[in-house]
């Protein structure tokens, strides 16, 4: 890489080629390059680190990884930066890491709803996993809930936030979510509300003919949709209540594991491909191993049981309810579902980029039972 050209550069312009900067939502998000690389002193000696970093949040911990593997520019899907700044200073937790990361030259690039609307971008990804690769086969019909308002970059004919996808065929409410939990975390539980006159004993499971789709947060963008699934990382209690009123399914897997495995699956592949011929054709492109969700489901009766299996306690620490076991490589592997009794673990991957697909593949029995109706 010659020296007026740095990773950094060739980084950032790969990335808005793939999801121009236009498609971001400017009335509310922060997008783009949000830390530059700081320039290297004159005394300093010859660094050329060649580490990209892909991370759904910058956490302290992403931060640490980031020095271990000698990172030079990270790719934060959530902006680092969302509102105006006054000062700079060790006092806030996420100013902290940003000085870190200046102190070091190493970049932040955010592209946070450019991602999400980009034609091939996080909407899209959802809607395959929902119908099998249905959208990148073009198998279904699929449009965007709240299209790009203005001038669309050529290659973007059809972006825009949320999906709403047509099935060729109805499909059981059993096996799309089968299919969610398989696709995004590979865990076997899924939040779901349910209107009540779904939830009769015996009754089979709904069937289903259309689809919604918003990563992280999606309430505002199904305003609109007749959809008869919804799916999304989070919803408030009362859009919950109110979708299912209306006799719609709403299926949550909290807010960022609706986002996370698109780095890894979908990112990391084109953002590679991308760079080939580019004078980073040469970097190492990672995705972090510390990044999760900062949710996870504590399993109080698994810890009762244990606690009565051991014997009296002795200390006051074992009556701390322990998390269900997850994955060592994906945080977001321990998701979330009804109160029941701990599943399995998700068994444990050696190579840690491995796809978690690998050990729940897509229409396997991904155990998803309800409470209410456990014969589906």
């Not at 980084?11 to 498609?23: I, Q, S, T």
């Not at 096996?175 to 539980?189: D, K, Q």
């Not at 069937?207 to 789709?213: D, E, L, N, Q």
């Not at 760079?275 to 492109?285: C, D, E, H, M, V």
Request: net charge negative.
């Amino acid at each position: 890489m010659d020296s007026s050209t740095t990773l950094t550069d060739t980084v950032v312009a790969a990335m808005r080629k793939l999801f121009p900067e236009e498609l971001a939502d400017k009335s509310w998000d922060n997008t783009g390059l949000l830390l530059g690389e700081a320039p290297r002193s004159a005394s300093a000696s010859y660094d050329e680190r060649s580490t990209v970093l892909l991370t759904n949040d910058l956490t302290a911990e992403v931060v640490d990884e980031a020095l271990k593997e000698n990172v030079r520019v990270i790719i934060c899907y959530h902006p680092v930066i969302f509102k105006g700044i006054k000062s700079l200073t060790t006092q806030d937790p996420m100013q902290t890491q940003l000085l870190r990361l200046a102190a070091e030259r190493i970049a932040v690039y955010c592209p946070h709803s450019a991602i999400d609307a980009a034609v091939g971008g996080m909407c899209d990804w959802l809607c395959d996993i929902l119908t099998m690769g249905g959208v990148h086969k073009q198998q279904v019909v699929c449009r965007a809930l709240r299209p790009i308002s203005g001038p669309v970059p050529q290659g973007q004919e059809g972006a825009g936030y949320g999906r709403e996808v047509v099935l060729p065929q109805q499909t059981d409410l059993h096996t799309l979510l089968r299919r969610l939990s398989a696709g995004t975390t590979g865990s076997p539980y899924v939040m779901v509300a349910i209107p009540e006159r779904m939830k009769r004993p015996g009754q089979p499971p709904p069937m289903i003919s259309k689809i919604a789709v918003c990563p992280g947060s999606g309430a505002s963008v199904f305003t609109d949709t007749d959809a008869d699934l919804l799916v999304t990382g989070e919803m408030s209690h009362h859009e919950a209540l109110r979708h299912t009123q209306f006799g719609r399914v709403v299926a949550t897997v909290f807010h960022s594991n609706s986002e996370r495995r698109y780095l890894k699956d979908v990112l990391r592949p084109m953002l590679e491909e991308r760079l080939r011929g580019t004078p980073a054709s040469g970097a190492r492109i990672i995705v972090s191993t510390a990044d999760r969700d900062p949710y996870e489901i504590i399993n109080t009766l698994l810890q009762a049981i244990q606690a009565v299996e051991s014997g009296p306690s002795t200390s006051a620490d074992n009556d701390i309810s322990e998390p269900i076991p997850q994955s060592p490589r994906s945080p977001s592997d321990a998701l979330v579902g009804a109160m029941q009794p701990a599943p399995d673990p998700v068994p444990k991957r050696e190579d840690p980029d491995e796809d978690p697909r690998e050990a729940t593949p897509l229409g396997s029995p991904v155990k998803t039972e309800h409470w209410y109706n456990e014969g589906w």
